[in-house]
């Protein structure tokens, strides 16, 4: 029995050139991870007035940086150090909701708050400080207890360099 694949228009392809770059981008990389070779995560490009766009190669997803104020930007956006504090932060809850999710734990609706403070001489982060207000059903000391553990073990916790403080703090609503 002969197999029948439908090609689009050239009109249609136009239209829907993203999504069907999305789709063979996600084929691609399904295929690369299946025969673990080593794709991109995302590629970066300069936009000049010290901007850049990140396009995740997965999704497809873009974010925009932009220098702060006090190094020559207009803070437009997030600037790559904004990013290393929220990456951190989105790490925990992530695992902290992996985890939650195990033992049927509803985190929807904690909120972090993430602040960020800079050394000089070098310039470079010099302490995250993150509090959480987590909104759950009654959670045990216990399992507060865990799901804290897990989120100061997250992998991008541990892959900031041990010079930049991590504060966490923790309130249950």
């Known amino acids: 029995m002969a197999s029948f694949c439908a090609i689009p228009s050239k009109q249609k392809l136009k239209k829907n050139r993203n999504k069907y770059r999305r789709i063979l981008t996600n084929t691609l990389l399904i295929l690369n991870f299946k025969n673990n070779q080593k794709m991109n995560t995302s590629e970066l490009e300069y936009q000049g007035e010290l901007r850049t766009i990140a396009t995740h190669v ?82 045990s000391e216990k399992e507060k207890s865990m799901l804290e553990d897990i989120a100061l073990n997250c992998p991008v916790a541990k892959s900031i360099n041990t010079e930049i403080k991590q504060e966490i703090t923790f309130s249950y609503l």
């Open 58 to 139: 997965f999704s497809g997803t873009s974010i925009f940086t932009d220098a702060p104020l006090d190094n020559h930007g207009k803070a437009q956006s997030f600037s790559p150090t904004d990013l290393l504090a929220t990456a951190l932060a989105s790490c925990m809850i992530t695992v902290m909701g992996i985890e939650a999710n195990k033992h049927n734990i509803d985190l929807t609706g904690t909120k972090l708050f993430v602040q960020k403070q800079m050394a000089i001489n070098p310039r470079r982060v010099s302490k995250v400080i993150i509090h959480f207000d987590i909104k759950s059903s009654v959670i």
